[in-house]
């Protein structure tokens, strides 16, 4: 509802919708971009990172009417239009549509989060577990469910020493950050899943020694 919300307001007081797609779009959530899942139309699109499968390149997209009504030249920059870029980025465009990469990430995303959740029965430190297709948040608590950074940062720890690497995001620093690639397999999905889960019984169990966030600073 919020963002149908500044939709609204938007319409009425004649400002535009800017939406930041730069994580979230490409098929991240299980929509081509994050803001279809609420059926809201933005005025301007911005995009970048995954849209270049790893090349650089980012792009401004808007309402024809806001985009004509800039002169030329002020479009025009040093590193606009790179060729190669723009091909990595028409490649990448067309490799999520051809592979169906995401309606796979919205599947996997969804046996994440039910994998995640079996963890939350078993696991008091475990928040709130939520997310849309594969971006997803884990938040890491102590007893009266306050935010344990140092707890979720020694679980990104053990979780690396096990051949997975997860950070620690969110206001308090709090939040394991999942957010695997569209085309991850079955497989490597059930081996994360269980390295997280034996991270954390393990920093349950005080296998993880406080020396460890000493490496971390800065993570």
Known sequence: EFIKGIRELADTYGFSLIDEEVQTGIGRTGKFWAIEHFN???DI???AKALGGGMPISAVIGRSDMMDSVPSPLLVFTHAGHAVSASAALATIE???DEKLVDRA???GEYIIRRLREMQDKFDIIGDVRGKGL???VEIVRKGKEPDRQGALKICWRAWEKGLILISFGRNGNV???APPLNISKEDVDRALDIIESS???F???KIPDGVLDYLKGW
Do not use: D, M, N
């Open 95 to 97: 490799a999520v549509e």
């Open 135 to 137: 971006l997803i948040g």
């Open 204 to 206: 349950l169990e005080g």
């Open 176 to 178: 394991l950050r999942i």
């Open 200 to 202: 954390i019984r393990e």
């Open 45 to 47: 699109l911005v995009s």
């Open 106 to 108: 919205s599947e996997t």
């Open 40 to 42: 809201v139309v933005p």
